[in-house]
């Protein structure tokens, strides 16, 4: 059993062992923590293996959370088919903004992709998609509770939920770095010429990335709406997408494992600031990743990897990528 599985095993039981220790609300609090990692994984993927930049992440989060309210609302749809679904309608939205975007530059998507965050809750409130969306007042959600015969409560069944979709995430990540795939988005991160020349399509491979990333988002955002019961436009704001970057660059984005240091530091790191010092509650966050780059360039996963943060660079790695076609 190699380190990374042998870790989400270990993972699974300390969430399982957690489940069966604490009450309700609490349980509730981690589950989302671990939500939050599920659409960090997507930013892992995007930012740190791929070296493109996104600051509205959040946009893809309630792209999600809006298809699985609207698929259960409006549709009729399982609650649990939702979620797979959230992640391809996001998968969708995320290629076809990437696509024309990298054709321009990194920094145009970058700047794409906030508009996007800026935008979305807005038009989530206007007259024009009011009937679906619920507008200003948002939808409240029917949460499916527990199969019968299975001997666990709602919260602990939820929690089970998403543990299993973060441990795919986390496999999926992990699978990805290591692939063929992986060594090619690495190649376009470092040297994209060099890519090129060998044969790599890098606005095709840049808008798949894209796209596979918010779909990480989209399960995160599906999963966050059934476990509050509603999606209102105004919780996924702008701050929501820096909060989301914040979390992935003090986690660690060279690892797949900073996705979960992350989402916990999303969830419980306003709490523990406001029980500091209720003026600090805001400014927190800046000072984390003020202090994390001074002193952990590579994240808090980076106490735990003596790798650096990148493998081999530059035209190397195009030409093992290449070679690997």
């Not at 436009?233 to 494992?257: N, Q, R």
């Amino acid at each position: 059993m190699n380190r990374d599985l042998a870790g989400i095993a270990a993972l699974l039981v300390a969430s399982g062992l957690l489940a069966v220790s604490v009450e309700g609300y609490t349980l509730y609090r981690f589950t989302m923590a671990a939500v939050f990692a599920i659409a960090i994984c997507g930013l892992n993927l995007l930012t740190g293996l791929s070296a493109m930049l996104s600051i509205g992440h959040g946009a893809f989060y309630a792209l999600g959370a809006y298809t699985a309210a609207i698929g259960m609302r409006h549709l009729g749809l399982d609650a649990y088919l939702t979620i797979p679904l959230a992640g391809g309608v996001a998968f969708g939205a995320g290629f076809l903004l990437g696509l024309p975007a990298v054709r321009f530059g990194l920094l145009h998507l970058a700047l794409a992709t906030w508009g996007l965050a800026l935008a979305l809750p807005q038009f989530l409130k206007s007259s024009l998609v009011s009937p679906w969306t619920g507008g200003v007042q948002g939808l409240y959600l029917d949460r499916p509770g527990v199969p019968t015969g299975v001997p666990l409560s709602d919260d602990q069944w939820w929690h089970a939920i998403v543990m299993a979709v973060l441990a795919l995430a986390l496999w999926s990540i992990r699978n990805v770095r290591h692939s063929r795939s992986g060594r090619a988005l690495q190649a376009l991160a470092d040297q994209p010429l060099a890519a090129q020349t060998m044969g790599v399509d890098v606005m095709r491979a840049r808008a798949v990335v894209f796209g596979a990333s918010g779909a990480f988002a989209g399960v995160a955002g599906a999963l966050g709406a059934l476990l509050t019961d509603f999606v209102g436009p105004d919780t996924y704001g702008s701050w929501f997408s820096i909060e989301l970057l914040i979390g992935a660059v003090v986690g660690g984005l060279y690892s797949a494992w900073g996705a979960l240091f992350g989402g916990l530091l999303m969830k419980f790191l306003p709490d523990l600031a406001r029980g500091a010092s209720g003026a600090l509650a805001f400014p927190a966050h800046g000072l984390l990743l003020i202090a994390m780059v001074w002193f952990l360039p590579r994240g808090l996963a980076g106490l735990f990897s003596p790798r650096g943060p990148r493998g081999p660079r530059g035209a190397a790695v195009a030409k093992r990528a290449a070679q690997s076609r």
